[in-house]
């Protein structure tokens, strides 16, 4: 997150400073705010078996269960990310009701999604499957393998099978470093396990075909989309999918279920509400009719998908 406002800030002559001042001013407004409870936390968030169950904690971090495997994506517990940003709302589920974790997906290395203290509260016995070029970043946390993944790239075990698949964003963790990384430092997953397909994009704009050729490849069930961050448009639309981006790709998908993520948890880009592409998604959904197949979860809230 962080690296990305750097990113874009350098990336347009002249108003770089401009805007990571303001950047910095929204996260400053928010810092005196009380960080927001979620009500009633899920205590026990691995349930004994289930067809395919999604749990939003916030942001990109998601606990995906599949019949007896789980899987966490890009997890982030701590209260902020780069030290900069502040969380707005609380993670939904405590990192320690989390008794296993059997893979463990990150999507790229910027602070909100290979987060440090998270990766070393959560359990090891699990694999973390990192994109390629990430491995530099990557401290040695103890996890039963750690293993870097090129688009198309595939792991499969025990019935699982896990699809690297490539997205739109940049690579780097510090802004700068973006200049000197040698691996792409970026990707999807398409997660499959006994019937069910699930398709995390991790941190993605929109490219031709991208998400075509993802959907003509997978038969997804669960499309987890980015709909953040959003202000400036012109800038975060190169790498970040906006709500009506997003809508799109699912579209183009032709998955079954949206499930929006990169939204409401941190001060992202320079909206002037943290609610801001919840309240854009709500819009298009309500416009289009879309209510059966875009579901718009609250942090915390836990969705089962088929048996």
């Known amino acids: 997150m962080v690296a990305g406002l750097i990113f874009v800030a350098i990336s347009v002559s002249g108003c770089g400073a401009s805007l990571l001042t303001r950047f910095i001013s929204r996260?400053?407004?928010h810092d005196s705010d009380p960080i927001e409870h979620v009500p009633n936390r899920i205590s026990t968030p691995i349930?004994?078996?289930v067809g395919l169950s999604v749990l939003w904690i916030g942001h990109a971090s998601v606990l995906i269960q599949i019949h007896d495997k789980v899987f966490l994506t890009d997890p982030v517990f701590t209260r902020t990310v780069g030290m900069v940003s502040r969380r707005v709302v609380e993670p939904g589920i405590d990192a320690a009701t989390l008794s296993r974790v059997d893979y463990v997906l990150i999507s790229h290395t910027h602070f909100d999604h290979l987060n440090y203290g998270s990766l070393s509260e959560i359990p090891k016995q699990g694999k973390l499957l990192i994109p390629f070029g990430a491995a530099e970043y990557t401290p040695e946390f103890g996890f039963q393998e750690t293993r870097e993944m090129r688009p198309w790239d595939v792991l499969e075990e025990d019935g699982v099978r896990i699809t690297a698949v490539p997205a739109q964003h940049f690579s780097g963790r510090y802004g700068f470093?973006?200049?000197w990384t040698t691996g792409?430092?970026?990707t999807g997953y398409v997660i499959q396990?006994?019937?069910k397909t699930l398709y995390f994009a991790g941190d993605t704009g929109y490219r031709d075909s991208l998400f075509t050729q993802?959907?003509?490849?997978f038969p997804i069930d669960v499309a987890l989309l980015p709909i953040g961050p959003i202000e400036p448009r012109e800038m975060m639309s190169r790498v970040h999918l906006d709500p009506q981006r997003a809508v799109q790709a699912?579209?183009?998908?032709n998955a079954r279920l949206m499930i929006p993520i990169h939204h409401r948890t941190f001060v992202q880009g320079l909206e002037l509400s943290v609610m801001l592409a919840q309240e854009e998604l709500e819009k298009i959904v309500a416009e289009r009719g879309l209510q059966d197949r875009i579901h718009i979860m609250k942090i915390g809230e836990r969705k089962i998908v088929g048996k």
């Open 193 to 195: 396990y006994k019937g």
């Open 184 to 186: 792409q430092g970026y």
């Open 214 to 217: 993802i959907g003509q490849r």
């Open 177 to 179: 470093d973006i200049l």
């Open 250 to 253: 699912f579209g183009e998908l």
């Open 47 to 49: 349930l004994p078996d």
């Open 27 to 29: 996260t400053v407004e």
